[in-house]
């Protein structure tokens, strides 16, 4: 199996949680967290508007959720699923709390830490090194991205 398929059903989960993240007027990224088992530990949608929290980042909400559910830090054994490539906020939380795996959709050349940008998570100075798998349902996700940059932004507007 690809890691295309293996990883399809898990992003429509993120994919719901980035389309429930509109009803707040935010940016519609989606994360879930799975453990080793592949059950859902953790949900999160970005935040920051609804919450006017700078750190309310879909992938620091789901990996504070699956912490509660473990009741540790450590995720070790467990998958970030996530519909955008992460931030360096994003990249280095995934890091810190030991998470096996980063999934993510649509890569973000303007701010991506896991590839695009800058690499967080291959660093070889880091202590952590996460494997990643990139562009699952990546169509999807761009596709919402843009239909709400389209129209929460002036013309020009980057």
Do not use: Y
């Not at 707040?24 to 592949?38: E, K």
């Not at 700078?54 to 996530?82: K, M, N, Q, S």
């Amino acid at each position: 199996m690809t890691p295309q398929h293996s990883w399809a059903d898990p992003m429509r989960e993120a994919l719901a949680e980035a389309r429930a993240a509109l009803a707040t007027s935010d940016v519609p990224i989606g994360a879930v967290v799975l453990d080793a088992a592949g059950v859902v530990i953790g949900r999160g949608r970005n935040e920051r508007e609804a919450h006017a929290d700078p750190t309310a980042h879909a992938e620091v909400v789901a990996l504070r959720e699956a912490a509660g559910v473990r009741g540790e830090w450590r995720l070790d054994g467990c998958t970030l699923v996530v519909t955008l490539e992460p931030c360096t906020m994003c990249a280095g939380a995934t890091v810190l709390a030991r998470v096996d795996r980063v999934v993510f959709g649509a890569f973000d050349p303007k701010a991506g830490a896991v590839g695009s940008l800058w690499d967080v998570v291959r660093d070889r100075r880091l202590n952590h090194r996460p494997e990643v798998v990139s562009g699952v349902l990546a169509d999807e996700s761009e596709a919402l991205l843009l239909e709400f940059f389209a129209t929460h932004r002036s013309p020009g507007e980057d």
